[in-house]
């Protein structure tokens, strides 16, 4: 496939940093707001509050990693940079598919289920079963998803590991006895 050149890969750079910075800033916020937050007063306020947790994540959260998967894609494909050329993309691209599994079929279910419980419910939720243990896997899924991808960013800044199955330093010859 025909690659493009340094301005090619500026601009996906450009987008793909600031796909990450949605994604990490929707991260910080959401725990931020999970840990944070003081407890809410009335009905309205906890149903306001669950419903701004759903908005950072389909709004923020969402579009950021798939925007970060997107434009990785790009550079993997577009650019020298490649799929499996070193281990720090390989790693990326796991935690990346991973992070983005996780987050669909585990932690936007929690979200997504808190503004129906406190609709319902009102102040009550905070007390229903259900809503709890959506807040503690929230939380705890949250915290794992937010180390991840500061680890990413570590990982791409430093990009150690570079090449695959080759030492970076080639061994000095055995001296002879
Ligand atoms: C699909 C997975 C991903 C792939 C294949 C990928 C690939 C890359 C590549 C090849 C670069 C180097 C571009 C260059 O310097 O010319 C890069 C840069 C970068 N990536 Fe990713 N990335 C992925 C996901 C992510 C994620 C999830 C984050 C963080 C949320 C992230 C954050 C960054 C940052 C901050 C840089 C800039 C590093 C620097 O210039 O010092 N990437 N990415």
Redesign the pocket.
Known sequence: MAKVGLRG?RIL?TF??IT?CL??GGAVGLTLMLFGMPLPETDGQLYGYNLSCKFIDDFVIIPGAIG??LT??L??LLTQ?GFFKHRW?II??VL?VFCILFGTFFLSPTVNGQPRISAEEGLMALANVDYVANYHSNLKGGIFQLVS?VF??WL??FKPLKGRGKPLIPKTAELPD
């Open positions: 890969l750079k793909h940093l990450a994604w990490l970060c998967l990785g894609l550079i993997s940079w993309i990326k691209w990346t991808i990413m960013i791409s800044v």
